[in-house]
């Protein structure tokens, strides 16, 4: 895009500009982040950066008189140092400095200038007051009145019409339909879903499949997806070796919730915080699975405090970009350059995470290799029998050999055969496990190396398969433990753990600066005095604070996110910054009105998702000329519906649902379907390899695709890496996404069980097989042009297929999804290219 | 936008003539111009930001080949005769300042001096010294830049990669690569602009390399390396499905772009433009990319002046080939990885081997790419995420020893790309564990290596978070000394 257009753009849109020379100034949205962006870095929140001992960032600064020399005088910029200082041409006066990378414009130093002329009216940041609930405007242009308008539609018409433009018409009913399945369940509605509405034409069958959609199981599925973004869910620790972990039961629980509709204040409570809520239910303990999600550094000569620290910081970092939308990150070295968050702030939550019993060791919680301590033993009664039984014979077996060893090495009562003048004679090193008892012998490498010694230097067959029996006991007592569930949940040390600030977050260099749990500063009444005269705050404490009407943030960031998963973009477009830096919001009232609607109706995310599809915005065509393209490019004036490239795991839930593969079983182990050989072997040096699932699990939702973290499955792209939390994700347009719509064979396969149906179905001819293709893919018929496109090809496949019947062969057997044999193969291959011509146009990779 | 891909967009395909629907300039621009590859759909172009480069640039490109695991400074580059004199004395807590150690060695009773058992010489006319185990890098002394007083914080292997490749020790900032594709854009029209070559040999275990150490971080995704891996299809999803040939994929693209641009016609989405060129230019990889793995065409006296192992795909020997072909075919960055140089014991029997793999390979690349006349625009890279201590883990022994990692001074060269030829630059005192003279922080050498491609580290941003990220954090300065 022409960069000046974006410029004038932004003007329009956030009235910056000169067009709004009229209007009142408004401090927050058009002065403060001038003041932040270009002086705060000397003049800010942060003390040890700052210069002259000025900060601008409080009133007090903004407007202090020291020395006769007052920086902002209500109405006379002419008596106020600041205007001076920034209007200045000397070179040892002005502001910034001339050595600043970032210099005043013209324009702004205007604007600075008229706020001062007109009072200079200041506030603090938006983002940092609660949320208030403006009235519905007006919606004052006739020819943007629709009948019953939602909520969303008075702000965002009223804004329109001041931009002087009209919203879209309504979208197809079709396209709709298309839009809001794939939205609320990430798979394209059926045939027979769409069939069923375009026959509807009672006024309330849009909000009846809307109804249908939010009670789909595939609902919580496909939000899940998102929320497994922001915990950073994966199957394995990351970093070296990256062992696997079993945390696909949390997984299970947020899909669960989703699917109840648990009210977001409770997801909260219970994923931050399950294991500490009186009583905790399995189900709560589970929950708080969500802060063992981070990646855990058990590299060979790893500090555990270092690693213990790292978790710990990831945890606050995670939960601040969650809930409080802020980079409190920043202020893990210093105190923040922009937000009010001092270093302390962070260090207060720091301590709130820091009362978990991890070591920063990667020691065992038991079972599969990953699980680290603390853990939820989710086993079943016959499970933990199995386990029990194992144990048992392992001590019966060790009874046994305690026995033969008091004959075969005679010793002093209660030494170990160590000990025993018989043993020692043996040649070479006695094993060390014989310097314990038999009930002692715990480790089953010790004892596998046992075995060859007894057995080369004291050939007795009777002791030797009594110890072959003992690794046989261990063996079968450790593959029961690892048939067992542990998920990774959180705990809370029964003594808790100073807290000190970190120099530059150094987990070595503590100061002497001790703070105790405490919500950041800035979120404190005024006169609530230092962190020390406050109660020490724990996790459950945090947690309902995060979800009560004193953050301001809370419903804020999730509805902005609600809001981007539907259009693209959310209000504030920074989805993991609303401080002072961030772009003001697009629309702040409907934020607002969201937000404090959202915590009205009890948190309920079903009907957030309900209100925004709903509303006549979401409903709009999303076509668009080139001059209202131009005109406002992301849609942020939201004068059309929105239209996207779909996430990657949609396409490829979409292509096996359009296929009819897709295999909606819910929950459980994660599965590994298709992927190019030797990814994993390459990332691991061989240590791992992966070993593909067959049959249906090939066909079970993306969701449930198992995540190695260091590499990541490789049909996703532009998906979060799953190694730090992620609130957004880019939607970038590359050749290697072509190469995977195109040649990953989940979609090959999918063209041709597509290919197969169509080709076995009841209807006859190429043209209405060609419907039933096209319309499955993008929920209409193809209009007569696009039809003789597509017939042209499919003729000209068929002859070159014709012409190749060997490699026609090949195709019709892509995917291990059996082949129809009565259908000849020239006709499945013809097929099978143009349904993957079909599941590669962009109206099908897109969200219309 | 190029007339050549202009011309081919008519005389190739058919569907203009069908549809009768021409493309306007400027959508012609956005489809096949700088920007068709990682064009993001906000709009904002991966052609390089205007602006760019701030100076004229003396490298048009870089090769880093990366030796991951630390390789032992003190066995290859920085030769201390006082270690071999003080065989076996702990090191003075005058040289170690209580810097800290790793875990691995933490229990250890002393640190007791370790010296090499290889011996070093003079190479070129310069005479900068280089171990025996590097004898054809010792041979091409004249043409590097050899940096003995090189530092870094991190003290594991992971941090230290990261720091190397992204200015920070944690994870999730963009690599130098992502950078420099964000900050230039590309130069080639069929390939990304940074690629990543690791090398894989059964023989050697090592560290796990992750896919991030090549990442965008918080860049557009667009802008992050693409590995072209040795085996199976050296790109992802490269292959067209088995029964699909040329012809057909390119039958099956006209169909896909007519319907596209009726599409268009009807939505008016702009990013549908995008992506039908986008499209055009995986169907290019799909040829340039085999073109570039085939040496076929590489004359033998070429191929052989890599070593044998250049026969064997996923070597650092193909890869350096590789690397060089990238080199000309425009890629702008291309990172190499060698793996296996964590020597912790045995590094007296397994450094031999692994200086073995990757010395005449990174020779002859220098002279490769000096005989076409391609190294006063490329800079070469060579080095690792750390050194190794002057103390055994272990015991101290003449012939069989290992040491642990160590970052407070290392040694790495640097070659072509605007890079004064036959030096030495900055020491490190006679254990080789402090910087004594002309320290060169590993945010230096990012500094060094932007500025080398017309970049002010300083101004190459990217505002996230509510913060201009650049790469080099808040440090970094150009190490003038070594600049030609």
Redesign the interface.
């Known amino acids: ?1 022409n ?1 000046r257009l ?1 410029f004038s753009l932004a003007v329009l849109a956030f009235g910056v500009g000169p067009l709004h020379a009229a209007e009142p100034i408004d401090f927050n949205r058009q002065i403060l982040p001038i003041l932040s962006d270009a002086c705060f870095r000397c003049h800010g929140p942060d003390a040890g950066s700052r210069k002259a001992k000025l900060r601008l960032d409080q009133r007090e600064g903004l407007f202090r008189t020291r020395e006769d020399v007052t920086v902002v005088v209500p109405g006379k910029p002419e008596a106020s140092d600041l205007y001076l200082r920034i209007s200045s041409k000397e070179e040892d006066e002005v502001m910034p400095p001339r050595e600043s ?1 970032r210099q005043l414009k013209p324009a702004e130093i205007d604007l600075l200038k008229r706020w001062i002329a007109a009072g200079a009216p200041w506030g603090t940041h938006w983002a940092f007051s609660a949320p208030q609930r403006a009235p519905l405007p007006a919606i004052e242009n006739p020819k943007s009145k629709i009948e019953n308008p939602n909520p969303i539609d008075a702000f965002v018409r009223a804004k329109l019409a001041k931009e002087k433009l009209t919203p879209a018409p309504a979208a197809e009913r079709a396209t709709l339909l298309r839009r809001v399945t794939l939205d609320l369940t990430g798979v394209p509605p059926t045939p027979a879903e769409l069939g069923a509405f375009l026959a509807d034409n009672s006024s309330g069958a849009y909000d009846r499949v809307v109804d249908r959609l939010l009670a789909s199981p595939r609902y919580g599925e496909r939000w899940a997806w998102d929320w497994l973004d922001v915990a950073r869910y994966a199957d394995t620790n ?5 062992p696997e972990r079993t945390m696909w039961p949390w997984r299970d629980w947020v899909v669960n919730a989703l699917n109840a509709n648990m009210p977001y204040d409770q997801f909260t409570v219970e994923q931050l915080a399950g294991d500490l809520l009186p009583e905790a239910t399995r189900d709560q303990k589970l929950a708080s699975g969500f802060h063992r999600n981070n ?1 855990f ?1 058990g ?6 405090e270092e690693t213990r620290v ?1 978790n710990v910081f990831d945890r606050v970092d995670t939960t601040s970009t969650v809930w409080l939308g802020l ?1 409190f ?2 202020a893990r070295c210093h105190d923040h ?3 009010p968050i001092k270093q302390t702030d962070y260090f207060s939550l720091y301590d709130i995470f820091n009362q978990m019993s991890e070591t920063g060791s990667a020691s065992g919680g038991g079972g599969r290799s990953g699980a680290i301590v603390p853990v939820l033993d989710l086993s079943t009664p016959a499970e933990a029998e199995a386990v029990k039984r194992a144990q048992a014979a392992i001590d019966a077996v060790a009874v046994e050999i305690e026995k033969f060893e008091l004959t075969k090495f005679p010793r002093p009562e209660g030494k170990p055969v160590i000990d025993s003048p018989a043993a020692q004679k043996l040649p070479g090193n006695l094993p060390a496990t014989h310097a314990r008892p038999a009930v002692n012998r715990r480790d089953l490498n010790g004892l596998l190396e046992a075995l060859p010694f007894f057995r080369d230097t004291e050939p007795d067959a009777e002791y030797v398969k009594l110890l072959q029996k003992h690794i046989a006991a261990i063996r079968k007592r450790d593959s029961a433990s690892n048939n067992i569930t542990r998920v990774m949940i959180m705990d809370e040390l029964p003594k808790k753990r100073d807290t000190f600030v970190l120099n530059k977050g150094n987990y ?1 260099s503590k100061t002497d600066v001790k703070v105790l749990g405490a919500i950041p500063s800035m979120f404190r009444p005024q006169e609530i005095g230092a962190t020390a005269d406050l109660p020490r705050l724990n996790r459950l404490d945090l947690a309902r604070w995060l979800v009560s009407a004193e953050n301001p943030l809370g419903a804020r960031t999730a509805v902005n996110r609600a809001w981007q998963a539907f259009f ?1 973009i959310g209000f504030v477009k ?1 989805a ?2 609303f ?4 772009e003001p919001p697009s629309h702040p009232e409907l934020l607002d009105w969201l937000a404090t609607d959202f915590v009205a109706s009890g948190w309920d995310m079903k009907k957030l998702h309900r209100t925004i599809v709903t509303s006549a915005t979401y409903r709009q065509s ?5 001059a ?2 131009e005109r406002d ?2 849609n942020r004036l939201l004068a059309r519906g929105p ?3 779909m996430p990657s795991w949609m396409l490829r839930d979409q292509a096996l649902a359009v296929a009819g593969l897709l295999n909606d079983t819910p929950g459980g182990p994660s599965v590994r379907p298709y992927q ?3 990814i994993w072997e ?6 791992k390899s992966y070993q593909q699932d067959h049959g249906a699990a090939l066909y079970r939702r993306s969701l449930y695709v198992f995540w190695r973290r ?3 499955p ?1 049909s996703f ?2 998906a979060g ?1 799953r ?2 939390c992620t609130v957004r994700v ?11 719509t ?4 989940a979609f ?1 396969e999918a063209a041709r069980v597509m290919a197969q149906r169509a080709l076995t179905s009841a209807v006859r001819t190429d043209a209405a097989r060609l419907d039933m293709v096209f319309r499955a893919a993008t929920a209409r018929s193809p ?1 007569a ?2 039809k003789s ?2 017939l042209a ?1 499919l003729a ?2 068929r002859e ?2 014709g012409a ?1 019947p060997g ?8 995917g291990e999804f059996e082949r129809v044999e009565s259908v000849p193969v020239v006709e499945i ?1 013809a097929w099978t ?2 349904c ?2 079909i599941l ?4 099908v ?2 969200k ?1 | 936008m190029s007339c050549h891909n202009y011309e081919q967009l008519h005389t190739r395909r058919d569907f203009l003539a069908q549809t009768g629907l021409g493309l306007g300039a400027a959508a012609l621009a956005q489809v096949f111009g700088g920007n068709a590859f990682g064009a993001t759909a906000a709009g904002s172009s991966s052609g390089g930001l205007t602006g760019l480069p701030h100076f004229p640039a003396k490298a048009k490109r870089v090769i880093c080949l990366f030796q991951s695991g630390g390789p032992s400074h003190l066995d290859l580059l920085d030769e201390k005769p006082v270690l071999g004199a003080r065989f076996n004395e702990d090191l003075p807590d005058s040289v170690r300042r209580g810097q800290r150690i790793t875990g691995m060695v933490a229990s250890q009773a002393r640190l007791a001096v370790q010296p090499s058992k290889f011996a070093f010489q003079p190479g070129g006319k310069c005479g900068t010294r280089i171990s025996d185990l590097l004898p054809h890098t010792r041979e091409i002394a004249d043409e590097l830049c050899v940096i003995r007083s090189v530092h870094t914080e991190a003290i594991n292997h992971d941090p230290a990669i990261t720091f190397f490749q992204s200015g920070s020790q944690l994870p999730g900032r963009p690599s130098m690569g992502a950078w420099v594709d964000y900050g230039l854009g590309r130069l080639s029209e069929n390939l990304p602009s940074f690629v990543v070559l690791v090398s894989v040999n059964a023989k050697r275990a090592g560290q796990g390399l992750l896919a991030r150490l090549w990442g965008s971080g918080f860049l557009p995704s667009g802008h992050q390396g693409v590995q072209f891996r040795s085996a199976g299809e050296p790109v992802l999803y490269l292959n067209d499905a088995p029964g699909i040939t040329r012809e057909r994929r390119r039958a099956m693209l006209d169909g896909i772009t007519e319907l596209n641009r009726l599409q268009h016609a009807q939505s008016g989405d702009p990013e549908i433009e995008t992506r039908i060129g986008q499209f055009e230019m995986a169907y290019r990889m799909q040829a340039s990319v085999p073109e570039l793995m085939a040496l076929d065409g590489e004359p033998a006296h070429v191929r052989e002046s890599y070593g044998p192992d250049v026969a064997t795909p996923g070597s650092f020997a193909r890869n350096c080939l590789l690397a060089r072909r990238l080199a000309e075919r425009g890629v702008r960055f291309i990172q190499l990885y060698h793996r296996d140089w964590d020597h912790h014991g045995g590094l007296h029997d397994s450094l031999p081997n692994i200086a073995k793999d990757v010395d005449q390979p990174s020779a002859a690349l220098i002279r490769d790419l000096k005989q076409r006349g391609l190294l006063d625009d490329t800079l070469v890279i060579w080095g690792g995420e750390f050194g190794r201590t002057p103390y055994a883990q272990g015991e101290a022994n003449r012939e069989k020893y290992g040491r642990d990692h160590h970052g407070k001074a290392f040694s790495l060269w640097l070659a072509g790309g605007g890079i004064k030829p036959g030096m030495t630059y900055g020491a490190s005192d006679d254990f080789g564990f402090n910087v004594t003279e002309n320290p060169v922080h590993i945010h230096d050498l990012q500094a060094t290596i932007l500025h080398q491609l017309g970049i002010d580290h300083e101004r190459l941003t990217y505002k996230f978070q509510g913060r201009q990220y650049r790469l080099t954090d808040v440090h970094g300065k150009v190490v003038k000394g070594v600049l030609a």
């Open positions: 895009m960069p974006k990378s990351g970093f070296q070796g990256d990646m550094n590299e060979g000569g790893r500090i555990a790292e980079t990150t920043c350059k922009f937000d070595e693209g920074t993991e910054d401080g002072v830096q961030s999303s076509r668009v000329t080139p209202r393209h490019p992301e239209r996207h490239r190019p050989a030797g390459e990332a691991t040096f061989g240590k260091i590499v990541g490789t792209f532009d890496a190694q730090v880019a939607h970038t347009n590359t050749p290697l996404h072509a190469l995977v195109l040649n990953d064979p090959v209009a042009n696009e496109v597509l090809r000209k496949l070159q297929f190749a490699e026609a062969h090949q195709l019709a057997g892509a291959a290219a143009l993957s011509l590669n146009l962009d109206e990779l897109s219309e």
